[in-house]
């Protein structure tokens, strides 16, 4: 067997295998698809649903510090102008005199000054604003307008008091959200990578200010350690730190875990040093008093916070990315998706290895039990081979066989998709090593 998987062709490959297996389609795509949006398929939804689960447990059950919020995505427009994104949430852009195309203004592809595509002048970069606008209410003028949240962290600030008083938390202590943000990318693009509709998995944790540091080397560590519980291959990993000209209008210190993509080196989370920037633009606009004060402290004072902004379908991505691998097996290129049990779509599939003899009513039953805790696929059609592949390239970690010996001793082959052994186990047995798997141990 050789490995055959090459970087360069990846993403096409990885296009492909989401739209036939049922991962990711374009969006709309009967009328011809709407640019950068997507709709996740049956397998592509349950990943992306066992990914937030995974991103939820690790920020709010297994802690005792960290509060749920889901907040609404239209806000008060005010919100906007305060969090300062009306005025600096912008990317540089430049047209092309020619033929109308826009850039972004730092596109590499602008070295030569003229339109990469026809050769035209540009404009000067003017400032666009990445927030798309919409109306609330039946008129559809200046003072109706409401934009589409671009991150979710404002939903958190704004209701800082309402958590803090309604869970009786100290700081120091954070709030989680997992939602949809939207962004009028100029440049979309790279599949699932950029797009203008995208979900967020971000928490902000407030603090004292004195302790900021410590706090956002906790937070880096955290961060990083999860990436690795999710499977995702560490030399694929990096840290970059922002430079000057680099960080947010909102940040005084900011590091990007980066991933090694097939299109290069990029962002998938940030975690920043907020300061008291939120807080307290939302107190001076308000006149609410978003201070802090508990019996430990002589004075109040407005936290800090620190952030980590996780992009939902940048790590689903990133998962599909890391996990996809092709194998050579006599002549044949095999695609395994070596997904981690933790988050992959299907836990199992359950086979009859033929299709009589008392295998299949034994295989539907052990399928209905196992069905009760974890989502798993019976599957009785074509030669069993055929069916592992169809597994392996779906990213389902194991595959239970009932064969003949299991109508003697009630013994299944379990196949792991990666090491390709097999083990014999009962249900019982079969029961457990999922639920260890699946909890990742
Ligand atoms: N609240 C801070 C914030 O939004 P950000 O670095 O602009 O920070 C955080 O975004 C994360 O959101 C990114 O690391 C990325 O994973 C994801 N993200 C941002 N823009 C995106 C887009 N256009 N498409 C998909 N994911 C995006």
């Given at each position: 067997?050789?490995?055959?998987?090459?970087?360069?062709?990846?993403?096409?490959?990885?296009?492909?295998?989401?739209?036939?297996?049922?991962?990711?389609?374009?969006?709309?795509?009967?009328?011809?698809?709407?640019?950068?949006?997507?709709?996740?398929?049956?397998?592509?939804?349950?990943?992306?649903?066992?990914?937030?689960?995974?991103?939820?447990?690790?920020?709010?059950?297994?802690?005792?510090?960290?509060?749920g919020?889901?907040?609404?995505?239209?806000?008060?427009?005010?919100?906007?102008?305060?969090?300062?994104?009306?005025?600096?949430?912008?990317?540089?852009?430049?047209d092309?005199?020619?033929?109308?195309?826009?850039?972004?203004?730092d596109?590499?592809?602008?070295?030569?000054?003229?339109?990469?595509?026809?050769?035209?002048?540009?404009?000067d970069?003017?400032?666009?604003?990445?927030?798309?606008?919409?109306?609330?209410?039946?008129?559809?003028?200046?003072?109706?307008?409401?934009?589409?949240?671009?991150?979710?962290?404002?939903?958190?600030?704004?209701?800082?008091?309402?958590?803090?008083n309604?869970?009786?938390?100290?700081?120091?202590?954070?709030i989680?959200?997992?939602?949809?943000?939207?962004?009028?990318?100029?440049?979309?693009?790279?599949?699932?990578?950029?797009?203008?509709e995208?979900?967020?998995?971000?928490?902000?944790?407030?603090?004292?200010?004195?302790?900021?540091?410590?706090?956002?080397?906790?937070?880096?560590?955290?961060?990083?350690?999860?990436?690795?519980?999710?499977?995702?291959?560490?030399?694929?990993?990096?840290?970059?730190?922002?430079?000057?000209?680099?960080?947010?209008?909102?940040?005084?210190?900011?590091?990007?875990?980066?991933?090694?993509?097939?299109?290069?080196?990029?962002?998938?989370?940030?975690?920043?040093?907020?300061?008291?920037?939120?807080?307290?633009?939302?107190?001076?606009?308000?006149?609410?008093?978003l201070?802090?004060?508990?019996?430990?402290?002589?004075?109040?004072?407005?936290p800090?916070?620190?952030?980590?902004?996780?992009?939902c379908?940048?790590?689903?991505?990133?998962?599909?990315?890391?996990?996809?691998?092709?194998?050579?097996?006599?002549?044949?290129?095999?695609?395994?998706?070596?997904?981690?049990?933790?988050?992959?779509?299907?836990?199992?599939?359950?086979?009859?290895?033929?299709?009589?003899?008392?295998?299949?009513?034994?295989?539907?039953?052990?399928?209905?039990?196992?069905?009760?805790?974890?989502?798993?696929?019976?599957?009785?059609?074509?030669?069993?081979?055929?069916?592992?592949?169809?597994?392996?390239?779906?990213?389902?970690?194991?595959?239970?066989?009932?064969?003949?010996?299991?109508?003697?001793?009630?013994?299944?082959?379990?196949?792991?998709?990666?090491?390709?052994?097999?083990?014999?186990l009962?249900?019982?047995q079969?029961?457990?090593?999922?639920?260890k798997?699946?909890?990742?141990?």
């Open positions: 067997m050789a490995n055959v998987n090459t970087q360069a062709d990846l993403m096409d490959k990885l296009g492909s295998l989401c739209k036939r297996r049922g991962f990711v389609f374009p969006s709309s795509e009967i009328y011809g698809g709407i640019g950068s949006t997507w709709d996740y398929g049956p397998l592509g939804a349950e990943l992306k649903m066992n990914l937030k689960r995974f991103w939820w447990d690790a920020m709010t059950n297994r802690r005792d510090d960290i509060e919020l889901d907040a609404a995505i239209l806000m008060h427009p005010k919100v906007w102008h305060t969090s300062g994104h009306v005025a600096e949430f912008t990317d540089p852009l430049v092309c005199k020619k033929c109308k195309r826009r850039y972004r203004a596109d590499p592809a602008l070295k030569s000054g003229k339109c990469p595509e026809c050769g035209g002048e540009l404009t970069a003017r400032k666009f604003n990445l927030m798309f606008k919409t109306f609330m209410g039946p008129v559809e003028d200046e003072a109706a307008v409401v934009y589409l949240r671009p991150e979710t962290a404002q939903g958190i600030y704004v209701n800082f008091l309402n958590v803090k309604s869970s009786r938390q100290k700081i120091p202590f954070g989680a959200q997992i939602g949809k943000a939207f962004r009028n990318e100029i440049t979309p693009g790279n599949f699932i990578f950029r797009t203008r995208f979900e967020q998995m971000e928490m902000q944790f407030f603090i004292h200010p004195s302790e900021d540091e410590k706090w956002f080397e906790y937070w880096r560590e955290q961060r990083w350690n999860w990436y690795q519980a999710l499977g995702i291959n560490k030399l694929r990993l990096r840290w970059h730190q922002h430079g000057e000209g680099e960080l947010a209008h909102y940040a005084k210190a900011a590091y990007d875990i980066q991933y090694e993509y097939p299109f290069g080196w990029q962002e998938l989370e940030g975690v920043h040093n907020r300061t008291d920037f939120d807080l307290g633009r939302h107190m001076q606009a308000t006149s609410k008093d201070r802090y004060s508990d019996e430990r402290y002589t004075e109040k004072f407005i800090y916070i620190i952030e980590t902004s996780a992009g379908d940048r790590t689903l991505l990133t998962i599909l990315v890391d996990a996809y691998d092709e194998i050579e097996v006599k002549g044949e290129t095999r695609v395994f998706l070596r997904i981690s049990p933790v988050v992959a779509p299907i836990k199992a599939a359950i086979f009859p290895l033929v299709k009589k003899d008392g295998m299949p009513e034994f295989a539907e039953k052990v399928y209905q039990e196992l069905k009760k805790k974890f989502k798993v696929f019976y599957d009785e059609s074509g030669a069993v081979g055929r069916r592992y592949a169809r597994m392996d390239e779906a990213g389902t970690p194991y595959c239970i066989t009932v064969d003949g010996q299991t109508l003697q001793d009630e013994t299944m082959t379990v196949r792991d998709r990666d090491t390709m052994e097999q083990t014999r009962k249900l019982p079969i029961a457990e090593f999922l639920e798997k699946v909890s990742g141990q």
